[in-house]
């Protein structure tokens, strides 16, 4: 079983008095728990994964393209965002989040880079009342058609990686809790390859100016 995500699990977010009705502004700062059993297992799969190298073994990436910021605020927070999370954003951050949505929204972000290769993240967040807030959300990275010899009258192929996000959140009093499901595809030219990847998350307001939050992210099987 290959954790397709990191485990940077507790963020401790300082949220400081609000300054008008529209905007709060915020000072986080990040903590990673050192969990020595993790850190245990963590020695035990690279010790693993060397010894496959040594023998011939291929070794293989998860959906790495899942770890890429999806929105402008949560990157200027240098991804300090998991226990801020009320935005859209926090779909791919912490699914607690939705939790603290309280109107209908949608989001849209949009990254180009060299060799035509395009990033976009559309969001959607729908509060149910009682029943807790629902989010949906695409991510997908790829190029334009491309040939990839240096034989001009070759095929172009195309390289994309895709995700289908849902998730949910609901806030019991102080405490938000929410879980994600993710279905992950992988192209390059005729090869593929799918598969699925789970959030989980969990938020907690101390004081009105101190939130504690963890979340767990794309944690499933290779693809």
Not at 59 to 78: H, I
Not at 86 to 115: C, K, Q
Request: aromatic share 14%; hydrophobic share 45%; glycine share 14%.
């Amino acid at each position: 079983m290959i954790l397709n995500g990191n485990y940077e699990f507790s963020i401790l977010n300082v949220e400081l008095t609000k300054i008008c009705a529209s905007r709060k502004f915020f000072r986080n700062l990040k903590f990673i728990i050192h969990n020595s059993k993790l850190s245990l297992a963590a020695v035990f799969f690279t010790f693993v994964s060397a010894a496959n190298a040594q023998v011939g073994t291929p070794l293989t990436t998860g959906a790495d393209f899942l770890l890429m910021t999806t929105g402008a605020r949560p990157d200027g927070m240098g991804q300090a965002f998991s226990a801020v999370a009320d935005d859209i954003n926090t779909l791919t951050f912490n699914p607690a989040g939705l939790a603290n949505i309280r109107l209908p929204e949608v989001g849209y972000g949009h990254e180009s880079f060299v060799a035509d290769i395009g990033y976009d993240f559309v969001g959607a967040a729908i509060p149910t009342g009682e029943y807790g807030v629902l989010g949906l959300g695409y991510v997908g990275v790829g190029t334009a058609p491309f040939n990839s010899t240096a034989n001009p009258g070759a095929a172009s192929v195309v390289a994309q990686d895709r995700a289908f996000i849902a998730g949910w959140g609901k806030s019991f009093y102080d405490v938000h809790v929410g879980v994600g499901v993710k279905y992950i595809m992988r192209q390059i030219d005729t090869v593929q390859g799918n598969g699925f990847g789970f959030d989980v998350g969990v938020r907690y307001r101390v004081f009105p100016f101190l939130t504690f939050a963890a979340s767990g992210l794309n944690i499933g099987p290779g693809i």
